[in-house]
T-cell receptor
Framework: NAGVTQTPKFRVLKTGQSMTLLCAQD?????MYWYRQDPGMGLRLIHY???????AKGEVPDGYNVSRLKKQNFLLGLESAAPSQTSVYFC????????????FGPGTRLLVL | GQSLEQPSEVTAVEGAIVQINCTYQ??????LSWYQQHDGGAPTFLSY????GLEETGRFSSFLSRSDSYGYLLLQELQMKDSASYFC?????????????FGPGTRLSVLP
């Protein structure tokens, strides 16, 4: 039981490049979330999904897109990376929307030059 | 809007008790959660309060006062491994109750 895994662990991009971050969970959770964490700050919600085939915007969605084609996977895309998107990205999942316990992946460190 | 406030840093010695406060402003409050995050690691869930009062889980306790929009995390018998950042978080009614807002975090340093 791996829990929540994220790929890649670290990535360097040039401004304007695109990339996709992959999140996978093996707990059969319905709800999945993408957060970003900037140095010395809390997590901010980017997008979330309440089930396979559904996605919705969070607090800071601009510049990101997401897809949830399979229940166990939640993808975060950056179409044209900007230096302001340099951050640590965390994926999380929870059993239901009313479940307060979120299980987090190990994070992806992204540096945009 | 929504906002949470926490002290930025707290320092205590091994074996002591420390309290980390959190005040919040949010719409449609559901409950207050606490997460621990070690440097370079992922946040891990510690506790949750939906109702007023104290919840105890081993060495950690969490308290909520809904009328005061205030809560705290109490860590007892501090150990060196408790050195980490602690975040309070609320779930508000925005985004169909899926708007999780995290505080800026409190960095706890436990000294020998």
């Amino acid at each position: 039981n791996a829990g929540v895994t994220q790929t890649p662990k670290f990535r360097v991009l040039k401004t304007g490049q695109s990339m996709t971050l992959l999140c996978a969970q093996d707990m059969n959770h319905e709800y999945m979330y993408w957060y970003r964490q900037d140095p010395g700050m809390g997590l901010r919600l980017i997008h979330y999904s309440v089930g396979e085939g559904t996605t919705a915007k969070g607090e800071v969605p601009d510049g990101y897109n997401v897809s949830r084609l399979k229940k166990q996977n939640f993808l975060l895309g950056l179409e044209s990376a900007a230096p302001s998107q340099t951050s640590v990205y965390f994926c999380a999942s929870s059993e239901s929307g009313t479940q307060e316990t979120q299980y987090f992946g190990p994070g992806t460190r992204l540096l945009v030059l | 809007g929504q906002s949470l406030e926490q002290p930025s840093e707290v320092t205590a010695v091994e074996g002591a008790i420390v309290q980390i406060n959190c005040t919040y402003q949010t719409s449609g409050f559901y409950g207050l959660s606490w997460y621990q995050q070690h440097d370079g690691g992922a946040p891990t869930f510690l506790s949750y309060n939906a109702l007023d009062g104290l919840e105890e889980t081993g060495r950690f306790s969490s308290f909520l006062s809904r009328s005061d929009s205030y809560g705290y995390l109490l860590l007892q018998e501090l150990q060196m491994k408790d050195s980490a950042s602690y975040f309070c978080a609320v779930r508000s009614e925005e985004n169909y109750g899926q708007n999780f807002v995290f505080g800026p975090g409190t960095r706890l340093s436990v000294l020998p």
